[in-house]
């Protein structure tokens, strides 16, 4: 079974949208974390949050905004006035303590930001 | 400045030919990984290793061997034994600890199969 679920395969917004992307995770244990990366077309992964099972505090770094939802096993990303450089793979990940810390990633979500 | 080193960052390989894949990082992390990345799906684990002298297989271990016999080095060889070895290959590091720690990437190899 999926852990993480990206239901967006690919998304297409205009210059200065908010776009939200969705992440759904599944696990159950009671300590874990959730990851979001931005994969551009140079290939590396680039982090951008960490937020672990017990914080359920929305976070928000400039233009980005992460909101956690454990009742609804969620963690969204939303990017906020988008631009062009935000084109980009996204991936929501989840890690588990009890699994030894192993990584699940979703399978991505394709933003493009048209000027 | 401290990072995740891959090479190459291209290579082709003809059909039945091994070919390696090379990771190196100088942050000091313990645990490194390797993933696999087709187009459309997200990343699948190899490889990891929590220490030296040790790795345990992923999801997706046959056809790829790997070693680890220093904290910086994490080569991964590409068997001819894997059935569809073209795709793009991360490496990653992370400190491992009480508190789970975000993967540094490197780069990326892509690796085609002619």
């Known amino acids: 079974a999926q852990k993480v679920t990206q239901a967006q395969t690919e998304i297409s917004v205009v210059e200065k949208e908010d776009v939200t992307l969705d992440c759904v995770y599944e696990?159950?244990?009671?300590?874990?974390?959730l990851f979001w990366y931005k994969q551009p077309p140079s290939g590396e992964l680039v982090f951008l949050i960490r937020r672990n099972s017990f914080d359920e505090q929305n976070e928000i770094s400039g233009r980005y905004s992460w909101n956690f939802q454990k009742s609804t096993s969620s963690f969204n990303f939303t990017i906020t006035a988008s631009q062009v450089v935000d084109s980009a793979v996204y991936f929501c990940?989840?890690?588990?303590?009890?699994?030894?810390?192993?990584?699940?990633f979703g399978t991505g979500t394709s933003l493009t930001v048209i000027p | 400045d401290g990072g995740i080193t891959q090479s190459p960052k291209y290579l082709f390989r003809k059909e039945g030919q091994n070919v390696t894949l090379s990771c190196e990082q100088n942050l000091n992390h313990d645990a490194m990984y390797w993933y696999r990345q087709d187009p459309g799906q997200g990343l699948r684990l190899i490889y990891y290793?929590?220490?030296?002298?040790?790795?345990q297989k992923g999801d997706i271990a046959e056809g790829y061997s790997v070693s680890r016999e220093k904290k910086e080095s994490f080569p991964l060889t590409v068997t001819s034994a894997q059935k569809n070895p073209t795709a793009f290959y991360l490496c990653a590091s992370r400190l491992e600890g009480v508190w789970t720690g975000e993967l540094f990437f490197g780069e990326g190899s892509r690796l085609t199969v002619l």
């Open positions: 696990t159950r244990d009671t300590t874990y974390y």
């Open positions: 990940a989840l890690s588990e303590v009890n699994t030894g810390n192993q990584f699940y």
């Open positions: 290793s929590q220490i030296v002298n040790d790795f």
